[in-house]
């Protein structure tokens, strides 16, 4: 435990001298004087009252920073640099407490099943598609991500790939390493005066429609729901038509069932000749065979693509026709951009997706905070402080079903309950409550009771 720190202050003279009426001092400057002599309150660290050292699995070369950052706070890590496979993830899963993941590990409902003490999982990324969302929270364990973090990456790559794609700088950049000197302008533009049209207008979409018009483009944008578009953008009631009107097309959206192939042969077609398209979203938005076509036809001028319906497990690993049957064509095609799913891969947004995430992660195993859980109620309390001695803070997630907090509340009656919130997410809900001067003796009783409450999924306590 961490004793208060006192800020030293100066004797007693010197203190009345430095606030005497006479003094030439700003209101600021006295009311900072004023708060310097005060104490600083530290939370207190709480852990498992069962006292169980927490094991963490991270994989898929998540950043050191977030490594170094739980190793830190006293947690065991295990790290990998590779995706693991399903039989991978049940065979080692059941000895840890957490898991951090990128977007190739798949976090099913055979893999959860098999992690009996699985208390938290984090997608360092923006996308939670991966993991079994539904499976996850019924038995329990919330979910974080980084929604944001690499947003300011992915813009850049797409402006980059506008000025690639619309200067054919990856034919001209082959040739030359061929030794071929093929000088040109056929075919070749400013983007200055295009218009790009971007498919979703969340926190990629808007950085984005910022850059392009600093570039002299206008942009159109389409998105489910209305909103207040940044600088000139304008928003375009249709998909069609924006894909209509657009020089380039962007697409920014989330993988679910709506947008699953929601760029195919239809689509295309009502593309602009000699346009083109990028799609650092998800790799099953776009109808790859459908978008081969419209290369080799010329109805596309050319396309960036950098998400795919399915990708190698690891670095190195060929990218051919056994990962999707029509590499081998993809790749062929002229005046086409193909990376890896680098789009938030820069030191940047890795170190900021590694702090917030470990951050969730840490918040959960320490003081049960569920803010930023994607699947999950989201409940927070105000921290327990070092000074207030025997506290107990009890995180239960339950059924959301009548009678719950009744029932907690009757195990909870003989203590004095300090501070207590519950909210619910579909069938979870999940109640945080702080209790005071709970003895040791008392602790586990109190544990043992309330798990075996009829609604109880999982109960923690951190003292």
């Known amino acids: 435990m961490t004793a208060p720190v006192a800020i030293p202050s100066k004797s007693p003279r010197a203190v009345a001298a430095s606030i005497s009426p006479g003094a030439s001092q700003s209101l600021h400057d006295r009311l900072h004087k004023r708060d310097s002599f005060s104490v600083i309150r530290r939370p207190k660290v709480l852990h ?39 039989d991978e993830l049940i065979q080692k899963i059941p000895q840890y407490h957490a898991i951090g993941i990128r977007s190739k590990t798949k976090i099913t409902e055979r893999v959860i099943k098999a992690a009996s003490k699985l208390l938290v999982i984090g997608c360092f990324c923006i996308g939670t598609n991966q993991v079994d969302l539904v499976t996850a929270g019924k038995v329990g364990i919330p979910v974080f991500n980084s929604p944001f973090s690499n947003s300011r990456s992915v813009a850049e790559l797409v402006v980059s790939e506008l000025i690639a794609l619309s200067r054919q700088l990856v034919e001209r950049s082959h040739e030359m390493r061929q030794g071929i000197w093929n000088k040109q302008s056929n075919g070749c533009w400013e983007v200055r005066g295009k218009t790009l049209g971007i498919v979703g207008y969340g926190h990629i979409g808007a950085q984005l429609s910022v850059l392009a018009e600093a570039l002299g483009m206008r942009v159109i944008f389409y998105d489910v729901i209305n909103i207040m578009p940044l600088g000139s953008a304008r928003q375009i009631e249709t998909l069609p038509a924006l894909l209509s009107e657009a020089d380039f097309v962007t697409l920014h959206v989330p993988e679910l ?81 193909l990376t890896p799913h680098i789009g938030g891969s820069t030191e940047e947004a ?74 619910s997410k579909g069938d979870v809900a999940y109640l945080l409550a702080d209790i005071a001067d709970v003895s040791p003796q008392d602790v586990n009783k109190l544990r043992e009771m309330i798990s075996h409450t009829s609604a109880n999924i999982l109960t923690r306590l951190l003292a």
């Not at 950098?306 to 990708?311: A, H, K, S, T």
């Not at 049960?368 to 207030?388: C, H, K, M, Y």
């Not at 107990?392 to 339950?398: F, G």
Request: proline content about 5%; aromatic content about 6%.
């Open 48 to 86: 498992p009252v069962d006292n169980e050292g927490l094991k963490l699995l991270l994989v898929e070369n998540i950043s050191q920073d977030a490594v170094r950052a739980f190793q830190a706070q006293g947690f065991h890590v295990d790290h990998y640099s590779k995706a693991l496979s399903e």
């Open 350 to 423: 890795q170190r900021m997706i590694g702090e917030e995430v470990s951050l969730a992660l840490s918040r959960y195993l320490n003081y049960g905070s569920t803010i930023g859980a994607v699947n999950f109620p989201e409940v927070d309390l105000r921290a327990i402080t070092a000074e207030q001695g025997n506290h107990v803070r009890v995180c239960h997630v339950h059924s959301n079903q009548p009678g719950v907090l009744r029932q907690v509340n009757e195990v909870l009656s003989p203590y004095n309950v300090e501070k207590q919130y519950s909210d």
């Open 257 to 337: 069932p709506e947008t699953i192939n929601m760029i195919g042969a239809n689509e295309l077609a009502q593309m602009k000749v000699g346009s083109y398209l990028i799609n650092n979203a998800r790799g099953r938005v776009v109808d790859i065979p459908a978008l081969i076509a419209a290369l080799q036809s010329k109805h596309l001028a050319g396309a960036a693509i950098d998400v795919y319906p399915q990708e190698p497990g690891s670095n190195g690993a060929p990218f051919d026709d056994q990962v999707n049957t029509w590499s081998s064509t993809l790749r062929s095609l002229p005046n086409i951009i």
